[in-house]
T-cell receptor, first 113, second 113 residues
Framework: TQLLEQSPQFLSIQEGENLTVYCNSSSVFSSLQWYRQEPGEGPVLLVTVVTGGEVKKLKRLTFQFGDARKDSSLHITAAQPGDTGLYLCAASYSGAGSYQLTFGKGTKLSVIP | DSGVTQTPKHLITATGQRVTLRCSPRSGDLSVYWYQQSLDQGLQFLIQYYNGEERAKGNILERFSAQQFPDLHSELNLSSLELGDSALYFC????????????FGPGTRLTVL
């Protein structure tokens, strides 16, 4: 069973600060998605990364896929209260059950005005 | 709005009872996935259907079952309910190929009393 570790588990920062959250696995991903979830709602897909070393930007969010495809990071620049939420990474692995997504437990981000 | 719909939004029932949760996927998506989210376990994959056929099974209890109908909507049946089954249940849909992107519905909050 593949496990995805996310860190930190909780993060509370002031508006305007920068932050980075991490997602790590002992196994190679075939693809990795980042989602954001608000309380009582479904996760919303932010980005998919596939190629080792890939960097994608979505406004103030920068997503990076590790060269070995075992880790990923999400960096938020100048955080705003609207960024508050649970950030989840989810990975697909090659082989049997390759269309399953394995989710990390998430990073709960609070941005204080 | 992801285009995935789930009903009901909330469900309150008693131990020992049986309930059915319903999901309609995004237009064009052939695959439906069911997930359970509880506070301590995070998002856990339960089962996947593709074009009416079961494709992958995760941590689904024997008391739970699912099916996908010819119009591609899916139902998750939970029986002999226990207090520990209280959780958010999400349905997601996708193309089940490529980068395995999945789009989540708003969820059903199940409370077992």
């Amino acid at each position: 069973t593949q496990l995805l570790e996310q860190s930190p588990q909780f993060l509370s920062i002031q508006e305007g600060e920068n932050l980075t959250v991490y997602c790590n696995s002992s196994s190679v991903f075939s693809s990795l998605q980042w989602y954001r979830q608000e309380p009582g709602e479904g996760p919303v897909l932010l980005v998919t990364v596939v190629t080792g070393g890939e960097v994608k930007k979505l406004k103030r969010l920068t997503f990076q896929f590790g060269d070995a495809r075992k880790d990923s990071s999400l960096h938020i620049t100048a955080a705003q209260p609207g960024d508050t939420g649970l950030y989840l990474c989810a990975a697909s692995y090659s082989g049997a059950g390759s269309y399953q997504l394995t989710f990390g437990k998430g990073t709960k981000l609070s941005v204080i005005p | 709005d992801s285009g995935v719909t789930q009903t009901p939004k909330h469900l309150i029932t008693a131990t020992g009872q049986r309930v059915t949760l319903r999901c309609s996927p995004r237009s064009g998506d052939l695959s439906v996935y069911w997930y359970q989210q509880s506070l301590d376990q995070g998002l856990q994959f339960l089962i996947q259907y593709y074009n009416g056929e079961e494709r992958a099974k995760g941590n689904i209890l024997e008391r739970f079952s699912a099916q996908q109908f010819p119009d591609l909507h899916s139902e998750l049946n939970l029986s002999s309910l226990e207090l520990g089954d209280s959780a958010l249940y999400f349905c997601a849909s996708g193309l089940a190929g490529g980068n395995n992107e999945q789009f989540f519905g708003p969820g059903t909050r199940l409370t077992v009393l």
